[in-house]
């Protein structure tokens, strides 16, 4: 909560929002909470407090609901977006005191209770009532609900501010932006809290500052902001000078130029604000030339001897040749004609200025009530926001000074009036005793000013009105005859010997609620009467500037009726205020001027003790503290207290009220110490509630680390929840696919075992699908355990492994003939290792050779081959068929040579892996055919056939290098076999025919090695 605050402040929102700050941070900067005070009747310890908080930047400080601010005077960062979200929608007491948390709880009381309410904002001259307004209005501006549509009445009320300010502002002695008029607004708000439209009311514009400016002070802002930011062409138009020397009303103060203030930049603002807020080129146009106008006139120069006067700068007053008459004559009305009568020199400078102030006054009222036609207002909900001039006082005061006064006077009453009537309002609702408080009742000197018949006000405008020479003195007369012995009203000669050193004769004294002010009576009568010359007026009339046509209609009564003075005006106007504001909830910002020197930093004890003292903050506070310094619904108390009771924590089950009783009761709250209302509980003393809180606190922690633990169980056991459900998934899915595994399995072991009962079923049936894959089974496993189990002989017939049914028949033959080719070839032929797994068949015939079939009888086996041609050596492909006596050559269906076995000599096959046979026939006929030279890919199988069908074992012959054979009787050739890289059979260059062979078993253990 302390100066270093911001940051962790905001971060600290959400641990926040359940406290009440200003309990926990009083022991860092002072008490945010005055009520919370327990020295509370000292004066002292209230400026202390202050004082501590003002150096840690802590400028505001609450008395229960009303917002003490003071004046830093300098920027703080705490006016900025983070800031207003922080503040928007949180209650009241639960984060440190700020403008924006009363402007939000005015909004949502507005709200919730759907009534009007008004911020009333006081405090004297500088101390940062127009600064204040504004925050509230941008917090407004900000927080509010909006839609496109509201956003232009939201634009025009934040721009009507800096238009009012620049037209109703100046620098003052006290303050370089003091507000010279009463602002009242009123923001209008929809059901849903839009801000829909608004209304501004003025107070009595401070006209004589127009044509008069105390040394040190300024004319309104706007003639600098023209003449310093005005466009070249503009001013050239408006026939003025870039210089403010050069006019004399704005340079009687001698202080045209102030650091503070930047007039050019301010005048880009009005202007840009100018054109939102619904102003036409024309209104613009207008306006200005008023302003110059104004300018031009304070600039005429009236010449002594002959009250000629000089126009020297007007050509923008279109009425120059009428305004010559007008303002150095003044009409006389002689019986039934109208006689001209001329000005003496005074008197002509008395109607110009007395014109000046007409026409700058009546050119403010015009300002905003054009401003209001832009705020489209009908009657809703309204928060109003009261910004007026604060109490003043200057080395001189005057006429101005007493109104303004007068106007706090009535302020500090109305105030007076709303916080006894709620704060007794508060006790009656809530059925508890109320203890009267003294305080001081400025109502005494209201009355002084403005009683009926007897008062200041009615004394003025009688001395004003009545016939004869009248006089400010007179006025001074006349009050000391009339109110003479009054507490609070003094004069040089009713003072005594003391005081009256203080006073001039020309004097009058008051005391006022917020400290004595003197009074120059000159003047008085003249600023009452605001008297206009007729013949002003009349020229007035016949501007063609639109503003000033509207501002003096001609409907306007003649000066023949007395219009009312200016202080009726104003009473009347306060009346009407003060009705206003009655009819509202009040809320109060009272602000505080920290020094008279406008320095940051700076904390003038006095100065402020005396503000303190008649904004009536210590009476505030006792009236607050009267019966009790604490109170608090019973549910807020019962939702911060509960932890502290074990009965009502964690929940409470009764109402709230029953909750605190029982709280309070073990707490053991003496009866004297509290009461209980009927919606809120009462404690007489802050020690009492402190002592409350400071339990709160150290159960605060003991409960962090309670709820710490059980959310990090909580945490933990979330954590170990879920993974065990992800560990029970998995192992569903797990075991899911184990079963469908299994199952799968199974299906195939049912078909298997099926399949297999089926082909056993049907084994003795002819080979068909059912029993294709049970057969090979048995043959298969026959086979392997023949292997095992394989007699040593082939003889040893009885020995052999009996076979299964279908493998019987083949069995015997099968066996014979690869028991056959084993003794021919084994360990002879390189290739025969490897024909040894391969089955041998009967026959390999197709359906050419069935054909064959008639001619050849009874032949037992065939096989395709290649013949190589005995000449040439041209390879043919042929089938070889063996019968019973004999060795066929056949193509196709044609016999190409008959082999009897017994002409068969003999068949040489060589030692390798080829595949090479040649049979060798006797020719006895030279024209018989000689031996054959075949290539037969199934060599064994046909040569084992052979051997067995012609009995022919012994003439098989393996033969090494080179095979001798007949071409012809007595003409041989040769075929040459050799192991190479690559099969190759070709004729070779000595006329053999060559055949290379690949080493079979060694290229297959190769492959496998690789
Ligand atoms: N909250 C604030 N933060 C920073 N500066 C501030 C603040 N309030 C006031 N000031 C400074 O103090 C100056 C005077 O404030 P402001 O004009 O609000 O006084 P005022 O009470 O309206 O006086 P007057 O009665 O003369 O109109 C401002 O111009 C500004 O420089
Ligand atoms: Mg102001």
New binding site residues.
């Given amino acids: 909560f302390g100066g270093k605050q911001d940051t962790k402040e905001i971060d600290g929102k959400n641990m926040l929002r359940n406290m009440e700050a200003s309990l926990t941070a009083r022991d860092r900067v002072g008490i945010q909470d005055f009520v919370l005070l327990d020295a509370y009747m000292s004066e002292s310890a209230f400026l202390d407090n202050l004082r501590k908080r003002f150096h840690e930047n802590l400028?505001y400080t609450y008395i229960g609901t009303l917002l003490v601010?003071v004046?830093?005077?300098?920027?703080?960062n705490i006016y900025n977006k983070k800031q207003m979200d922080t503040y928007m929608g949180v209650n009241f007491f639960e984060l440190p005191p700020h403008i924006y948390a009363l402007a939000d709880n005015v909004f949502r009381t507005m709200l919730s209770e759907f009534n009007n309410h008004f911020i009333l904002i006081s405090?004297?001259?500088?101390?940062?009532?127009?600064?204040?307004s504004k925050?509230i209005l941008q917090f407004y501006a900000v927080s509010c609900p909006s839609t496109k549509l509201l956003n232009n009445v939201r634009d025009r009320l934040l721009l009507s501010n800096p238009v009012l300010e620049a037209f109703g502002?100046a620098k003052?002695l006290?303050?370089?932006?003091?507000?010279r008029f009463g602002k009242y607004m009123d923001i209008q708000f929809d059901h849903q809290g839009g801000a829909v439209g608004g209304h501004i009311l003025s107070y009595l514009l401070e006209k004589s500052r127009v044509v008069h400016q105390n040394h040190g002070e300024r004319n309104f802002h706007i003639f600098y902001q023209l003449v310093e930011g005005g466009e070249e062409e503009l001013l050239r138009w408006l026939g003025l000078e870039r210089n403010c020397q050069n006019y004399s009303y704005l340079v009687q103060g001698d202080c045209a130029k102030v650091s503070?203030i930047n007039d050019k930049s301010d005048w880009r603002t009005v202007r840009g604000a100018l054109s939102v807020i619904h102003f036409s080129e024309s209104d613009i146009e207008d306006l200005f030339g008023i302003i110059a106008s104004v300018l031009h006139l304070g600039n005429i120069k009236l010449n002594t001897s002959t009250c000629h006067f000089l126009m020297e700068t007007s050509r923008r007053l279109v009425f120059a040749c009428v305004l010559k008459q007008g303002l150095t004559h003044r009409k006389i009305e002689a019986k039934t004609e109208e006689v001209l009568s001329p000005f003496s020199v005074d008197h002509a400078v008395y109607a110009r200025d007395a014109l000046a102030k007409a026409i700058y006054g009546r050119t403010f009222n015009w300002l905003v009530n054009k401003i209001n036609e832009s705020l489209d207002f009908s009657r809703k909900t309204v928060i109003g926001l009261l910004?007026i001039?604060?109490f003043?006082v200057f080395y001189v005061n005057s006429f101005e000074q007493f109104c303004i006064n007068y106007c706090n006077e009535k302020l500090q009453q109305l105030f007076i009036q709303l916080t006894l009537k709620s704060e007794q309002e508060e006790y009656e609702m809530e059925g508890i005793e109320w203890e009267p408080v003294p305080f001081f009742n400025n109502k005494i000197i209201c009355d002084l000013v403005e009683e009926k018949h007897r008062g200041m006000i009615s004394l003025l405008d009688e001395e004003c009105l009545r016939p004869g020479e009248a006089t400010d003195l007179t006025f001074l007369e006349k009050l000391e005859e009339t109110i003479g012995g009054h507490p609070h009203f003094v004069t040089h000669k009713l003072a005594d010997i003391k005081t009256r050193k203080t006073l001039d004769r020309g004097d009058f004294r008051l005391l006022h609620y917020a400290g004595e002010v003197t009074y120059c009576v000159v003047g008085f009568l003249d600023k009452n009467n605001d008297l206009l010359y007729r013949n002003g007026k009349e020229v007035m009339r016949q501007s063609k500037n639109a503003i000033i046509k509207h501002c003096f209609p001609s409907s306007e009564p003649d000066s023949k009726k007395r219009p009312e003075t200016v202080v009726t005006q104003f009473k009347s106007s306060l009346v009407g205020l003060t009705e206003i504001l009655m009819s509202k909830e009040p809320w109060y910002v009272r602000?505080i001027k920290p020094n008279d020197a406008?320095q940051p930093g700076r904390f003038d004890d006095v100065l402020v003790r005396h503000q303190v003292k008649y904004l009536g903050l210590m009476e505030h506070l006792r009236v607050r503290r009267a019966g009790f310094a604490y109170r608090r619904k019973y549910e807020i108390f019962l939702q911060r207290y509960k932890a502290l009771c074990p009965d009502t924590w964690p929940h409470w089950k009764g109402t709230a009220a029953e909750g605190v009783r029982c709280l309070i009761q073990h707490l053991g709250y003496k009866p004297d110490e509290y009461k209980m209302g009927r919606t809120k509980i009462f404690i007489r003393h802050p020690r009492t509630l402190f002592a409350t809180e400071d339990t709160f606190q150290v159960c605060k922690h003991r409960l962090a680390t309670r709820i710490q633990a059980k959310y990090k169980g909580y945490r933990v056991k979330g954590h170990y929840l879920k993974q065990r459900e992800a560990a029970t998934k998995i192992e569903t899915c797990w075991r899911g696919m184990l079963a469908r595994k299994e199952r799968e399995k199974r299906a195939w072991a049912v078909k298997v075992i099926k399949k297999f009962i089926k082909g056993f079923m049907t084994r003795n049936q002819p080979a068909c699908v059912d029993n294709s894959e049970y057969l090979a089974y048995v043959r298969q496993n026959y086979l392997t355990r023949l292997r095992d189990t394989l007699p040593k002989t082939v003889l040893e017939k009885d020995s052999w492994l009996t076979p299964p049914p279908i493998m019987e028949e083949v069995c015997d033959t099968f066996l014979l003939l690869k028991a056959e080719a084993s003794s021919i070839f084994k360990g002879k032929k390189e290739s025969y290792a490897l024909s040894v797994c391969r089955p041998f068949v009967d026959t390999r015939i197709s359906k050419t050779a069935e054909l064959l079939s008639y001619r050849i009888q009874e032949f037992k086996t065939y096989v395709p081959v290649v013949k190589y041609d005995r000449n040439g050596f041209r390879p043919r492909l042929r089938q070889l068929i063996f019968t019973r006596e004999a060795a066929y050559l056949v193509e196709e269906a044609k016999i190409k040579q008959r082999i009897n076995y017994i002409s068969l000599k003999g068949v040489s096959v060589s030692n390798l892996s080829d595949n090479f046979l040649i049979l060798h026939v006797s020719c006895d006929d030279i024209k018989q055919k000689g031996d054959l030279v075949l290539q037969c890919d199934h060599l064994f199988e046909a040569l084992t056939q052979l051997s067995l069908i012609a009995n022919k074992q012994n003439c098989i012959k393996v033969v090494q290098g080179s095979v001798r054979f007949d071409i012809q009787p007595g003409r041989e050739g040769f075929v040459d076999f050799k192991s190479g890289q690559e099969s190759m059979v070709y004729r070779a260059k000595n006329g053999h025919l060559m055949v290379v062979s690949v080493n079979i078993i060694e290229a297959s253990l190769e492959q496998t090695k690789n």
């Fill in positions: 400028i601010s004046n830093p005077y300098k920027e703080l405090g004297e001259s500088g101390a940062g009532k127009t600064e204040a925050k502002n003052t006290k303050n370089d932006n003091s507000s503070s910004d001039y604060g003043e602000c406008k």
